[in-house]
Nanobody
Framework: QVQLVESGGGLVQPGGSLRLSCAASGFTFSSFVMRWYRQAPGKERELVAVIINAGGTTNYAPSVKGRFTISRDNAKSTVYLQMNSLKPEDTAVYYC???????????WGQGTQVTVSS
């Protein structure tokens, strides 16, 4: 049974930091590209960060580049999102996504709420 379980969300003041985790099970984690998305109220889901299978290549949305860092531990089947210098506009539900293109597979977590407010 495939599961992606996010954790680490919460309420933080502007300028603060949070570290999100996404624990995967039920599939071969190391074969999948891992992505973090977010969705703010009334807005479309936005791709935040991507890390490829081997963990050497990452990519970020311009709005978070230089503040967020995505990483993965294939031995623990876990992907992380370190978020620093948080801004109120980072407030959203953050989702973990696992995707493989050949053969095609696409899995989602249930999301974790991040609220940046003073």
């Amino acid at each position: 049974q495939v599961q992606l379980v996010e954790s680490g969300g919460g309420l933080v003041q502007p300028g603060g930091s949070l570290r999100l985790s996404c624990a995967a099970s039920g599939f071969t984690f190391s074969s999948f590209v891992m992505r973090w998305y977010r969705q703010a109220p009334g807005k479309e889901r936005e791709l935040v960060a991507v890390i490829i299978n081997a963990g050497g290549t990452t990519n970020y949305a311009p709005s978070v580049k230089g503040r967020f860092t995505i990483s993965r531990d294939n031995a623990k089947s876990t992907v992380y999102l370190q978020m620093n210098s948080l801004k109120p506009e980072d407030t959203a539900v953050y989702y973990c996504n696992a995707i493989r293109y050949i053969p095609s597979s696409d899995y989602w977590g249930q999301g974790t709420q991040v609220t940046v407010s003073s």
